[in-house]
């Protein structure tokens, strides 16, 4: 497909695991970014990329939090030691180029993460 | 700090009715403006962005008019369908290349 592609699409785990969100990016995009959908607090922003880089790593809520890119592609989100309040939907986003103001961000489906 | 707002939270409307979403944001520093669609488990579907220096996009029977001084943006849509029905999200995008989200409009097109 040519969309962003996320998995797992669903991840359910015991507080105290660690978990890892994959991202594929639409194939050419240079800018990707990670957000978090959780009932009440609509979308926030966890962190942007720019190739391999991570410019902005402000929204990122505790040093539990971690994210990498390899290769200007793929993109992991890994949270060690989850807690409930982990528990959220995680979006992932790439566009063209970041900073340009003129592209816009396309959206993969998510990952549904539920922490027992 | 960005904040932005959406009016109404829900909206319930018959089919065939044109309707207006309202968004709002505090900062005018804006690179652009984009309009959101989420229908229930998925991800968003980009609809329209309006750069800084635009004023509206149209796209099929939707539009988006932005007042960047004002800080507010409209989506319009035209003789609504059943198949409208969904959450639509306004953010805008500043100087730091993340989008800041409202917390969207709940809207149901009704047969």
């Known amino acids: 497909g040519a969309g962003v592609s996320q998995s797992p699409s669903n991840k359910v785990t015991e507080k105290g695991k660690d978990v890892e969100l994959r991202c594929d990016p639409i194939s050419g995009h240079t800018a990707l970014y990670w957000y978090r959908q959780s009932l009440g607090q609509g979308l926030e922003f966890l962190i942007y990329f720019q190739g391999n880089s991570a410019p902005d790593k402000s929204g990122l809520p505790s040093d539990r939090f971690s994210a990498e890119r390899t290769g200007g592609s793929v993109s992991t989100l890994t949270i060690q030691r989850t807690q409930q309040e982990d528990s959220a939907v995680y979006l992932c986003a790439s566009s063209l180029r970041g900073g340009s103001g003129e592209q816009p961000q396309h959206f993969g489906d998510g990952t549904r993460l539920s922490i027992l | 700090k960005q904040e932005v707002t959406q009016i109404p939270a829900a909206l319930s409307v018959p089919e065939g009715e044109n309707l207006v979403l309202n968004c709002s944001f505090t900062?005018?520093?804006?690179?652009?403006l984009q309009w959101f669609r989420q229908d229930p488990g998925k991800g968003l579907t980009s609809l329209l962005l309006?750069?800084?220096?635009?004023r509206e996009q149209t796209s099929g029977r939707l539009n988006a008019s932005l007042d960047k001084s004002s800080g507010r943006s409209t989506l319009y849509i035209a003789a609504s369908q059943p198949g409208d029905s969904a959450t639509y999200l306004c953010?805008?995008?500043?100087?730091?290349?993340?989008?800041?989200f409202g917390k969207g409009t709940k809207l149901t097109v009704n047969p």
């Open positions: 953010a805008v995008e500043g100087g730091s290349e993340k989008l800041v």
């Open positions: 900062d005018s520093a804006i690179y652009n």
């Open positions: 309006i750069q800084s220096s635009q």
